[in-house]
């Protein structure tokens, strides 16, 4: 490990995207017009930083990375890594180590020869010998906690460990970044976790700017110094996890985000009021009167005999420490609204539950292109 970080010392590889553009012929005469993958895509990952990229399935995740990694070429805008322009170069070159959500690990060869496969063809200088491998092979290895299993084959490995293989066999060749697309998402809930945690550890350890591509919030959320959240090929918001979450910038933001998801309401603004149905729930200041769509996290509910919102008590779920109380409104967009209360806070049983509204967790949108309206 210490060679590893010490090979990359002093390289301050933050990575620039400008203005990258992606599209790809239209296939179908129906719709003939090219598909867009990723759209005037700009953004700076600061040197060392984790980057997690989201959003919903074929929203242009992994094109994004696909462009990064060199495997694909723009059709408009740069990369650059550090202050390189490296959209010209090709992959090989580039130094990213890559991780799929397919380990994609060779079969018939063991762990060790795995992870020493990318530096079996190196040319030149770049040369290693045998043994120099193979100390590259056990640092990447001992980074990943799998030095034990380099004599097995990947079919004598469990899911998380083959991920680790994979992991071991992209930082084997010192990276200057690392690009993970999907990497968990064969694994079950509990190695997921562990996975995650993981790889974060290896990251902060190394050190090396990441983007790390996945469609879960959560996973991205937790592990992640920076989110981008991206829709139909256009970054939606970037940012720090919790400033996105505190403070989506659009509707779809909103609603991508946060567990059980954010609840949404069909409402109105009356002299600088917010009506939910016929009740005044919020003072919102400055607002003008207009129809809006109202979004509530499930910890902006306060439990209130005089609540201002009135809404029809389903049931409540025992979450531990919290509780989930369910509930339904006719102005509700979501099936059922689910707002988290500490368990302490009993729930009367009857038809109904009243709730005051917390404003920080409040965020009002336009009916028409669902952009935050702020108070
Ligand atoms: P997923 O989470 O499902 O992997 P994604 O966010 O990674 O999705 P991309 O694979 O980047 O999405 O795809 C973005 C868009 O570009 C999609 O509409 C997809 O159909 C389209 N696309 C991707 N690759 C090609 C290609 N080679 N030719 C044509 N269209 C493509």
Do not use: W
Not at 27 to 50: C, M, N, T, Y
Not at 71 to 88: A, N
Not at 101 to 125: C, D, M, S, W
Not at 200 to 205: A, D, E, L, T, W
């Amino acid at each position: 490990m210490k060679a590893i970080l010490s090979e990359r010392n002093g390289i301050a590889m933050k990575v620039t995207l400008q203005h990258l553009t992606k599209t790809f012929p239209s296939r179908s005469k129906k719709q003939p017009e090219d598909v867009v993958a990723v759209q005037d895509f700009s953004f700076e990952i600061p040197d060392g930083k984790l980057i997690g990229l989201l959003g919903p399935s074929g929203c242009g995740k992994s094109t994004t990375l696909n462009l990064l990694s060199g495997l694909l070429k723009p059709t408009s805008g740069r990369i650059f890594f550090g202050e390189d322009d490296v959209t010209d170069l090709p992959a090989e070159h580039r130094g990213v180590g890559l991780v799929f959500q397919n380990y994609a690990l060779y079969p018939h060869l063991t762990v060790k020869q795995n992870i020493t496969f990318p530096l079996e063809n190196r040319k030149g200088k770049d040369r290693l010998t045998k043994q120099q491998m193979a100390e590259k092979a056990m640092e990447a290895a001992k980074l990943v906690q799998i030095e034990g299993l380099m004599d097995r084959k990947p079919s004598e490995l469990s899911g998380g460990q083959q991920q680790r293989v994979a992991i071991a066999r992209a930082l084997v060749k010192m990276p200057r970044i690392l690009l993970l697309d999907e990497p968990l998402s064969n694994l079950d809930a509990r190695l997921r976790l562990q996975t995650r945690e993981e790889i974060r550890r290896i990251q902060r350890s190394t050190g090396i700017t990441t983007v790390f591509v996945t469609h879960d919030q959560e996973e991205a959320m937790s592990i992640s110094d920076l989110i981008v959240v991206m829709k139909d090929g256009i970054v939606q918001q970037a940012g720090k996890p919790q400033e996105v979450y505190d403070s989506p910038a659009n509707l779809f933001v909103a609603k991508f985000l946060g567990n059980p998801p954010i609840n949404v309401f069909d409402a109105q603004v009356r002299s600088q009021t917010l009506y939910i149905g016929d009740e005044a729930v919020l003072p919102v200041p400055g607002v003008s009167d207009q129809l809006v769509t109202a979004a509530v996290r499930p910890e902006g509910f306060i439990l209130s005999e005089q609540g201002a919102l009135t809404c029809n008590l389903s049931g409540v779920e025992v979450m531990g420490r919290d509780i989930s109380v369910v509930s339904t409104h006719p102005n509700s967009q979501n099936l059922t609204i689910r707002s988290i209360i500490s368990a302490e806070t009993g729930v009367a049983p009857g038809k109904t539950v009243r709730f005051d509204l917390k404003p920080a967790k409040v965020f009002l949108f336009s009916r028409d292109d669902g952009t935050r309206i702020s108070f």
